[in-house]
């Protein structure tokens, strides 16, 4: 029986005419429902997919429930496949519908056609509804028992979902145990595969409350299922093979023997045509060989022929992932990928975000050899219509002159682009000339030759004008304009915006003061004047600064604003080793196209436990609670943002470097010095301490300068030594909230850091951290989170004064092995960090075997 005409002719499927139009679709469901006519499918269909449009939408066709079900009495395949989905949508938002759909769906699952078996077993396990689960074992048990291998593969995931509906309900079923025999058993790849997936899932979730979980997850890894599973991987589907390797890579050989089959076994998969097979294999043969130094540098060899085949072949998108995972490889190895630089040579109907991964790249391999092709090649750049990227190139550029020795020709090339006659190409190559003259103070009478033409009118970009005045103070004594182009800056004083302009014009005219007094003394006056009145609380605390210093002492002054440098060596790293290596940790996953470690960008739904690093293990925030220890607040993943980012290993550089000193340019310093002196010698400051000086001192500057400031009082005479401080005492019941110590440790600057030695006696006790956080509260420093695994433990602690809600924070870092402990202590009163220090110090070499 066909519905009527009208609703044929309606307008469009996917919007209701009107608010009888469910009550209508209600009814000719009804009237199809027992309908054996021919062409009473078709009807069904037409019906069902406005059902389904309008529940797309948002229309409430809860109503039409029961037709629904009746309806689908059919053995059209796709009639059920429109029923299962609607039942399952609003099977999850009404429980009690739920119930209309068992009796069918159990009928379904013991149908003839496996499809429909599968079908129904689907959607009976994605109900979701806690109190059917009852319903469900019975169904899946028989589909894991299956002749149909698709209705196996379907019962399999069944066991997953009702692992995540009711845990104890799968468990007690023995599920589990039946997976794996067909893991191990079944003829079938995706059913192998599934079953996989599932257990790995099901058993890393027990694992925390179960040592029989624990126990089979670690078969998992066990050379013998390891093996097998290899020895079919040829079998799998990509997914499938995906899934495995990402297992293997977990794998922990027993000897280089083990090593060698594996990649043996795994030599063909680097040149399937699947990238996602090829980077998974990629990562396994990396982390097998990690301890193998020229292994580890071989593998780097072959694996640098597929990369670089899968980069020139695909989509972008593809191109773009699989460049990023060899970003990763040229940072850590960069002169296995020398040779192959053309490689990543730019095309000109590439994405903006492949290019600008590929200049990354060729900065990264540039050395001795190839230096002149890379630079070349990236000067063609710099004329590109992309200014983002002829920007990258000309940074690229820079980047490869700060790293390289010979760099004759490379300043020649950014010394071209100051005379190009584009603003943002002349913005550029202001800030990597500047960066280029502190690493090679050498060049600067090429370099200086070039910057003194260029007008500070035409540049108008924040870091390049400032780079530019850099220069002129630097630089002054060389540049014969420099102090009438500071003055005319500091003129248009009200009209620069950036303080990070009218931060570096206050430093420059000082340095330009100390090397050309009489040409500066006026311009000086007016850029502390301006400065002083600034809004800004950072320039206006520089001025005053200044100021309060050349009303101090003059040679005081000036070596503070400008003593001898010694050239910059190497320029700061902006991403830590450990964050590089975490990186390298998650390969072939987004971390790595990302450029940072998962955490970073993974919310806690996701994230699972925190780790601190593979090396410390799995660290959980909130440790379990001994006898008479106060258990530690439990902090969900996404509250840790901070603990995350503060267990980067901070990389501290000393002073280096590179043989060639840098004393400022050359000029005469005595002479520069006796004419400053000479311009303030009205000052009468040569004795600070001089009481009866100050406030003449203090005059003579202001007239000088022009300020009109009112002079400081009189110093008052030498007080007496103050008392010694009272002891540091602690709050014994401090109380401190994680997200409170969250908030506090993103806010504080670390105040203190040291490594010191624990005793034996110490070491050995840590084989049980609850002992040591017990111990630790006993001296009234509480734990907030703890974690790790010998020999690496890692401990964030508390404490509050006595007599005030004055915080310290406190991050440990014990190394069993050396016998190491490292603390980083924030405070809310850094005066008293030490005497803090001096307390946790002695607490944790009390600490022993009780």
Avoid at 793 to 804: D, N
Wanted: net charge negative; glycine share 4%; with cysteine.
């Amino acid at each position: 029986m066909a519905p009527p005409a009208q609703s044929q002719r309606s307008a469009s499927p996917s919007q209701p005419s009107g608010k009888g139009e469910v009550s209508d679709l209600k009814s000719q469901l009804r009237q199809l429902a027992g309908s054996r006519a021919p062409g009473v499918d078709d009807s069904k269909r037409e019906l069902f997919k406005k059902v389904i449009s309008y529940m797309t939408i948002g229309v409430d066709v809860s109503s039409v429930f029961g037709e629904m079900v009746m309806c689908s009495a059919t053995s059209d395949i796709v009639l059920k496949k429109m029923c299962y989905l609607y039942v399952g949508n609003y099977a999850k938002v009404n429980p009690d519908l739920a119930l209309l759909t068992i009796n069918f769906l159990q009928r379904d699952c013991k149908d003839e056609d496996p499809i429909i078996r599968g079908l129904a077993l689907r959607s009976l396990c994605s109900l979701r509804v806690t109190n059917l689960v009852e319903y469900l074992v019975g169904p899946l048990g028989s589909g894991l028992k299956d002749n149909n291998s698709y209705v196996r593969m379907v019962a399999v995931m069944g066991v997953l979902k009702l692992y995540h509906i009711s845990a104890s309900t799968c468990i007690d079923a023995d599920f589990p145990l039946t997976l794996k025999h067909l893991m191990l058993n079944d003829p079938d790849t995706q059913v192998v595969a599934n079953c996989l997936s599932a257990l790995q899932e099901i058993w890393s979730s027990e694992a925390s409350t179960s040592e029989e979980a624990s126990r089979e997850r670690e078969a998992l890894l066990s050379k013998p299922i390891v093996y097998h599973l290899l020895n079919r991987i040829k079998e799998f589907s990509e997914w499938a093979q995906c899934l495995l390797l990402e297992l293997v890579a977990k794998y922990v050989p027993s000897d280089s023997n083990d090593i060698f089959d594996i990649m043996n076994l795994l030599e063909d998969r680097l040149q399937h045509a699947n990238g996602a097979v090829v980077l998974a294999t990629v990562k396994v043969f990396l982390h097998l060989t990690l301890s193998m130094t020229d292994v580890h540098q071989q593998v780097y060899e072959r694996i640098k022929a597929p990369l670089l085949t899968l980069v020139s072949s695909g989509s972008p998108e593809q191109s773009y992932a699989v460049l990023s995972h060899l970003h990763l490889l040229v940072m850590r190895a960069p002169f296995i990928f020398a040779s192959d630089y053309k490689h990543f040579y730019c095309q000109y109907n590439e994405p903006s975000y492949v290019k600008k991964l590929k200049l990354e790249m060729l900065t990264a391999v540039a050395n001795e050899s190839n230096t002149y092709e890379i630079v070349t090649e990236l000067c063609e750049y710099a004329a590109n219509v992309d200014i983002t990227i002829a920007r990258e190139s000309i940074r690229a550029v820079g980047k490869i002159a700060l790293q390289q020795y010979d760099v004759n020709a490379i300043v020649d090339r950014l010394l071209q682009f100051l005379e190009m006659e584009k603003d943002y190409v002349t913005a550029e190559a202001l800030v990597l000339v500047k960066d280029l003259l502190r690493k090679y103070p050498q060049w600067s009478h090429d370099c200086i030759a070039v910057v003194g033409s260029i007008s500070t009118q035409n540049v108008q970009e924040p870091k390049a004008k400032a780079a530019l005045i850099w220069m002129l103070g630097e630089y002054s004594q060389d540049m014969h304009d420099a102090p009438y182009i500071l003055e005319s800056l500091i003129e248009n004083w009200d009209e620069e915006h950036s303080a990070e302009v009218r931060l570096q014009l206050l430093t420059a005219v000082m340095k330009c003061f100390f090397k050309r007094p009489p040409e500066t003394q006026n311009a000086l006056g007016a850029a502390l004047a301006a400065g002083l009145a600034d809004f800004h609380q950072d320039v206006h605390d520089r001025a005053l600064f200044y100021y309060r210093l050349l009303q101090y002492n003059v040679s005081v002054a000036e070596n503070v604003v400008n003593p001898p440098k010694q050239a910059v060596s190497v320029f700061a790293d902006t991403q830590s080793s450990e964050i590089k290596d975490r990186i390298f940790d998650e390969f072939n996953s987004l971390s790595v196209v990302y450029q940072k470690p998962s955490y970073m960008f993974t919310d806690k739904e996701h994230r699972g436990p925190f780790e601190f690093s593979d090396e410390l293990g799995n660290v959980s925030i909130g440790a379990e609670s001994a006898d008479n220890v106060v258990p530690a607040n439990r902090v969900e993943a996404n509250d840790k943002d901070l603990l995350l980012s503060t267990s980067e290993k901070e990389e501290s550089r000393g002073p280096t470097h590179n043989g060639s000193a840098y004393s400022a340019p050359l000029y005469d310093s005595s002479s520069a010095s006796i004419s400053a002196a000479n311009s303030l010698s009205e000052l009468a400051i040569s004795n600070p301490t001089s009481a009866g000086n100050a406030s003449s001192s203090s005059l003579a500057i202001d007239d000088l300068l022009g300020l009109g400031l009112p002079a400081t009082p009189a110093a008052a005479p030498s007080p007496a030594p103050a008392p010694l401080p009272p002891p540091l005492k602690l709050n014994p019941k401090a109380v401190l909230d994680p997200g409170t110590f969250q908030q506090k440790w993103r806010q504080l600057g670390i105040s203190f850091s040291q490594e010191f030695s624990m005793s034996p006696q110490g070491v050995a006790a840590l084989t049980t951290p609850q002992a040591l956080l017990k111990h630790m509260q006993g001296h009234s420093i509480h734990c907030i989170a703890s974690g790790g695994q010998s020999p690496n433990f890692k401990f964030f602690f508390f404490a509050q004064k006595a007599e005030e809600s004055s915080n310290y924070l406190v991050e440990c870092v014990i190394n069993t092995s050396s016998a190491k402990a490292q603390i980083k202590i924030k405070a809310d009163d850094q005066s008293t960090s030490q005497a803090f220090s001096d307390i946790f110090q002695s607490a944790l070499s009390k600490f022993t075997v009780s």
